[in-house]
C-alpha cells in the first residue's frame, strides 16, 4: 500500500458491514486512523485486530452524533455510509417506512456534517464522502420509492455543502454505487421467493453482468477522500457497472 491517507483521521458511519466496512479497513491499510461507527457493535469486533478504533452509535440520535464527533475529532475525513432500504413503491411505503428511510439515509447525514464541519473550517481542511446511490436522482429503480427519495437528497445536500464550504478549504462529494454485493442485499436475495432467480436479476441490472464488490467501491472512495483528487468537489461520482450509462 501508498499510505495515500498517511496523518488523516477518519470517521465511518456503516461500518458494520459492506462497503462501510471495506472502506474502513482499505483506509486503515492506506494509513489513516480510523474511527468505525455502526449499530450493531458486534459486527466490528475483528477491527480492533487491525488497529481500528470502534463505536456503537446510533446515527439518528442527534446527540450521540454530536458526543462521538467530539471525542473523536478534529477528522479530516468523514464518511457516511450507513443508510437502510426499503422495498416497495409509495403505496407499499408507510408513514413509519418513509420517516425511518429519511431519518437513517439522509437526516444521519445533517447530523454527522453539522457535526463535523466546524472543526474542519477552522483548520481549512477536510472532505466529506457521501454515499448515495444510483437509485436517486440520477435514475428509477423499482420499487425504490423511499429510498430514491432519501439518496436523491443526499445529492443534494452534498452539493448544497460543497458550494458553500469550498472557500474554506473542504471537499464535499457523493458517491453513488450501483448493485454492490453486500450483506443486506445478500439478506433480501435469500428472503425472495426465488432467490437463484432474485439474484439473476440483480446482476443483469449491470450491463458489466455481474454485481459490484464492496472493495471496488471502497476503492473508489478511497481516491475521493485522498489528496489525489484534491480538485473534485461538489460532484457526483457514479459506480454502477454501466447500470446508468
Known sequence: M?????GKR????????????AMALMFH????????????????????????????????????VADVIERWGPLDILVNCAGYVHSGTILDCSIEDWQRSLDQNLSSIYYT????LPSMRTRHSGVILNVASVASSITGVANRAAYGAAKAGVIGLTKAVARDFVGDGIRCIALCPGT????????RIEASPDPEATRKAFSARQPIGRLGKPEEIAATALHL????????TGTVIVADGGQTM
Open 180 to 187: 454492490t454485493e453486500t450483506p443486506s442485499l445478500t439478506s
Open 10 to 21: 477518519a470517521l465511518i458511519t456503516g461500518a458494520g458491514q459492506g462497503i462501510g466496512r
Open 113 to 116: 456534517t453539522k457535526a463535523a
Open 2 to 6: 501508498s499510505n495515500r491517507l498517511a
Open 225 to 232: 477522500v485522498s489528496d489525489e483528487a484534491a480538485f473534485v
Open 29 to 64: 491499510e492506506e494509513g489513516a486512523e480510523v474511527v468505525a461507527v455502526s449499530r450493531t457493535t458486534e459486527k466490528m469486533a475483528d477491527l480492533a485486530a487491525h488497529g481500528i478504533h470502534t463505536e456503537g452509535l446510533d446515527v439518528t440520535d442527534a446527540a450521540a
